[in-house]
């Protein structure tokens, strides 16, 4: 197919905290891929819920890799992102004790468990959400970028408009601070909501 | 427990501890039992951070989704776009008094309808024609689409793009050219076109008067499709 991006271009895109660079990716992935993964899993006893569901998720965990940096080098995006939905697929099959011998189309990328995303329901999201919105934006995009996009100071100082990275680090430090104090205040609830998940 | 511990704490889970100071720290944490505790509580507000961050990945992808199952996917619009077709087709015939004269021209009439076809992403280079392609096909200019969805499937034996050369094929009455098209699509038995094949190779065969045919590729039509609610009605319509 003409116009293939390289995989620079995606993984740029994706790890870019910019919304709409994110997005062009997504949009990138979703109509080159989209056909290819639910044709997958409707031929692998799936339907096309099933299908939607699998893509979804293997992009988030794509996603995720890429803002990590955890996204092995050397290897196609696309092809990785097939590999990780059949995976998704095989665990779901698994979970649902539905055998089948996988029709491949594509040679499989070995790769270690895609990972468990959570799946949410809408209680926890919205004490998330909550949790959260307590703690300000700033100090939620702080925390973010240092945690789970493992961004350096240097970066989230430049990212957040900061004078130095002491004042980023100190940031950081009292961001956290402050988001434990929030969860110790409600600890056993939120260990009940995110314990008993279904 | 002391004011830097948090610091610590957070250079323990990243690993960022020398081994001696790691050494150290575990020893702390089998007897202090605050230290022990804080470090717990610092797990789970972490975890929460990674389920906060998962949440908005999520969110992003859900969204792009959703647009694009609008977009290229929308059972429910070909639902209201065949209705939308289908008065506008009978306006149509009406008032130009283009009034089919067997009965098998008359339920082609009433049957035959295309549905938006996302043959190409318009945030890439590629396919300007086939964009193109795409508009002439909605608006059933099909003497236009062929010759853009041809020289397209040349290029790239791509089963949408045939899929749309049919029908257009079938809309100016081509009808064996549109037939071999549906075959193809039939044979390869590609999960997303097969009933869609199906389905108007069904009016190929209708608008050949070859019922028998036509009932038995309306048959085939499975009941968890898409076109099997039209299948049946046009099916109690045959003779």
């Not at chain 1, 059949?86 to 055998?99: I, S």
């Not at chain 2, 590629?126 to 096909?137: H, S």
């Not at chain 2, 999960?191 to 309306?218: E, H, M, P, R």
Request: aromatic share 10%; charged share 30%; hydrophobic share 40%.
């Amino acid at each position: 197919m003409k116009n293939r991006k390289p995989d620079e271009w995606i993984v740029e895109r994706l790890k870019s905290t910019d919304d709409q660079a994110n997005t062009v990716a997504l949009r990138y992935l979703y109509t080159r891929m989209y056909d290819q993964i639910n044709r997958f899993v409707l031929q692998n006893k799936g339907n096309r819920e099933d299908g939607e569901d699998i893509f979804q998720e293997g992009l988030v965990v794509l996603f995720k890799l890429i803002k990590q940096n955890k996204f092995p080098e050397g290897y196609n995006v696309e092809a990785y992102l097939h590999s990780i939905c059949r995976n998704l697929w095989l665990k779901r099959l698994h979970k649902y004790r539905r055998e089948v011998e996988l029709k491949a189309e594509r040679t499989e990328i070995p790769m270690e468990d895609p990972g468990i995303l959570h799946f949410l329901n809408a209680d926890q999201r919205q004490a998330i959400d909550a949790l959260f919105q307590q703690l300000g934006p700033d100090c939620r995009q702080v925390l973010h970028f240092f945690y789970y996009e493992k961004r350096s100071m240097k970066e989230i100082r430049e990212l957040m408009g900061y004078g130095s990275d002491q004042v980023a680090k100190n940031k950081k430090s009292n961001c956290m601070k402050r988001l434990i104090a929030l969860v110790n205040q409600s600890r056993e609830d939120y260990k009940k909501l995110f314990t008993n998940e279904g | 427990m002391k004011q830097d511990d948090q610091a610590k704490i957070d250079e323990y889970l990243f690993g960022q501890l020398s081994p001696e100071e790691r050494s150290a720290f575990e020893r702390r944490l089998a007897t202090d039992s605050d230290l022990a505790d804080a470090l717990m509580l610092q797990k789970e507000t972490l975890a929460l951070v990674e389920l906060e961050g998962d949440e908005r990945l999520r969110a992003k992808v859900r969204k792009v989704h959703l647009e694009q199952k609008k977009q290229g996917r929308p059972w429910v619009w070909y639902l209201l776009g065949a209705l939308l077709f289908l008065l506008f087709a009978w306006g149509i015939y009406h008032f130009f008094g283009q009034t089919p004269t067997t009965n098998s021209e008359k339920l082609f009439a009433q049957h035959f309808q295309t549905y938006p076809l996302h043959l190409a992403e318009r945030n890439t280079d590629e396919a300007t024609d086939l964009l193109k392609a795409a508009d002439y096909f909605q608006q059933n200019d099909f003497a236009s689409a062929i010759p853009v969805l041809e020289q397209s499937l040349a290029r790239d034996a791509n089963p949408k793009t045939r899929l749309a050369l049919g029908i257009s094929l079938l809309g100016v009455q081509k009808i064996e050219e549109a037939q071999s098209h549906f075959r193809q699509l039939i044979e390869s038995k590609d999960v997303l076109f097969y009933t869609s094949a199906l389905w108007y190779n069904a009016l190929a065969q209708l608008q050949q008067g070859d019922i028998n045919a036509c009932k038995n590729s309306l048959t085939k039509i499975a009941a968890d499709t898409p076109f099997y609610a039209k299948a049946r009605t046009l099916l109690a319509d045959l003779p």
